[in-house]
C-alpha cells in the first residue's frame, strides 16, 4: 500500500514562502495542505525554495506553481506582489515556443527564478540587474516571464541558482559528484560582481 504524499515546511514565513497560506514563522517542521491538494494524484513534483520564494514543478501536468515574494517578477508575470498561495508560472509568451515547452526541473535564486525544459533550454526570470538571470546587460533589469536564454547553444542537463548567479551542467546524461574527472561534462556559470566593484 502507497503512502500517501505529504509535503512540510518550516523556518521563516514572512513572505508566505512556507506554502501554508499565510506569513507565519515554523519553527519546526509543518504539513502544507495546499500543496499535497496541488499533487495529490501522486504525480512526481519537485519542490524548490528560493530567497523569499518558492516553487513547486509538476512536470507530467506541465505545471510550475510560484508563490511568497514577488518583488521582482520572480512569481511570474507583470504582478510584483507577494502570494500566499500557490499561483501558476505562464508558460513563454512566444508562439513559436508555447506548445514545445515542457518544464523538467526547476531552480530559484534570491529574487529570481529559472527553469530547465525538456529538451535542455532554460528559461529564467525576475530580477537581471546583476544578469544573475542569464540575460545580456541590454535586456531590462526586470524580467516578468519565463524567458528562454538564447546565449548557451547546448542541451543543459542540471540548473542551480544562487543569490546572484546560476550555474548549469550540460554534457552527461548522469553526473556524480566526485573528485575523478567525469568526460563529456561542462559546467556554465554566470555571475557578477557588485556595480560597486567594477
Avoid at 513559436?96 to 518544464?103: G, I
Avoid at 548567479?165 to 554534457?171: L, M, R, Y
Amino acid at each position: 500500500m502507497e503512502l500517501p504524499l505529504t509535503a512540510w515546511s518550516w523556518g521563516s514565513g514572512s513572505n508566505g514562502q512556507l506554502g501554508h497560506g499565510d506569513e507565519q514563522d515554523h519553527a519546526v517542521p509543518a504539513r502544507c495542505r495546499m500543496l499535497e491538494a496541488l499533487v495529490a494524484d501522486g504525480a512526481a513534483a519537485q519542490l524548490v525554495g528560493g530567497g523569499c520564494h518558492s516553487l513547486l514543478l509538476l512536470p507530467r501536468a506541465r505545471r510550475l506553481y510560484a508563490w511568497g515574494w514577488g518583488e521582482f517578477s520572480q512569481l511570474s508575470g507583470e504582478s510584483t506582489s507577494k502570494s500566499l498561495e500557490p499561483r501558476v508560472v505562464s508558460l513563454p509568451a512566444h508562439e513559436e515556443l508555447r506548445d514545445s515547452v515542457r518544464p523538467s526541473a526547476a531552480a530559484a535564486g534570491w529574487d529570481f527564478s529559472a527553469f530547465v525544459d525538456e529538451q535542455g533550454r532554460v528559461f529564467t526570470w525576475g530580477n537581471n540587474a546583476e544578469h544573475q538571470s542569464g540575460h545580456a546587460c541590454h535586456v531590462a533589469s526586470v524580467i516578468s516571464q519565463p524567458t528562454p536564454l538564447p546565449s548557451l547553444g547546448v542541451r543543459v542537463r542540471a540548473l542551480s541558482c544562487g543569490v546572484r548567479h546560476s550555474v548549469a551542467v550540460t554534457g552527461a546524461r548522469s553526473i556524480a559528484l566526485s573528485s575523478v574527472k567525469t568526460p563529456n561534462v561542462a559546467c556554465r556559470v554566470w555571475a557578477y560582481r557588485q556595480s560597486s566593484e567594477r
